[in-house]
């Protein structure tokens, strides 16, 4: 009915139906698609989602303003996020932002890959070091603990023979979850690590 209401709102153009329900449903026109403009956006999601990332790896405010630097070697993928840059700014909550190919790595920042860029956060001044290493660690021995124990089920003979095949599935998931979990804490360890030098 909303539909309907604004139909009948709209101007008219000569000899187009006189209700919404007698139209045709729209064709999707290819000719109208533009692949460079979403490439574009896709290295900008890219940016955004890798800060995003970080900022959840280093424990940091959802809230707080960051600094960014990009470095890259394709000048079209930097002259597109220059571009773009507000968007980047505003969505991945920055105070600063610098598109740079030739930029050295700040000391003490966290780094990710990204639309084929290295994305450089600086923490200093943002995280204790020392602290976060020793969260992750705590969290790491947990996860390594509990992988411990679905690699034993899945290791023992007489659980696979008997348990019914979802459970082995729901398993051999947790498995694959713990284990990746695994891997991505022993890399923020080392971020930090490297950080802190």
């Known amino acids: 009915f909303v539909c309907e209401e604004i139909w009948q709102a709209l101007?008219?153009?000569?000899g187009a139906p006189l209700s919404l329900m007698q139209t045709s449903f729209p064709r999707v026109d290819s000719g109208l698609a533009d692949s460079a403009a979403a490439l574009e956006m896709e290295q900008v999601m890219a940016v955004i989602t890798a800060v995003r990332n970080l900022r959840g790896e280093m424990n940091l405010s959802p809230g707080q303003r960051l600094d960014l630097l990009?470095?890259?070697?394709?000048?079209?993928?930097?002259?597109?996020?220059?571009?773009?840059s507000e968007?980047?700014?505003?969505?991945?909550r920055l105070q600063g932002l610098t598109i740079d190919a030739a930029a050295a790595r700040p000391p003490q920042s966290a780094a990710a890959l990204a639309a084929?860029?290295?994305?450089?956060?600086p923490l200093?001044?943002?995280v204790d070091f020392a602290q976060e290493e020793a969260r992750?660690?705590?969290?790491?021995?947990k996860v390594e603990k509990e992988f411990a124990g679905v690699s034993g089920k899945l290791g023992n003979e007489n659980f696979v023979a008997k348990a019914p095949p979802e459970v082995i599935a729901k398993e051999q998931g947790k498995f694959e979850e713990l284990s990746?979990?695994?891997?991505k804490l022993k890399a923020s360890i080392r971020v930090l690590q490297e950080s802190a030098l």
């Open 87 to 92: 968007v980047i700014i505003h969505l991945a």
């Open 180 to 183: 990746l979990k695994q891997e």
């Open 124 to 126: 200093a001044g943002l």
């Open 11 to 14: 101007p008219r153009l000569a």
């Open 70 to 84: 990009i470095r890259g070697a394709e000048a079209e993928t930097l002259a597109a996020l220059r571009k773009n």
């Open 136 to 141: 992750l660690a705590k969290e790491l021995k």
């Open 116 to 121: 084929g860029c290295e994305l450089f956060v």
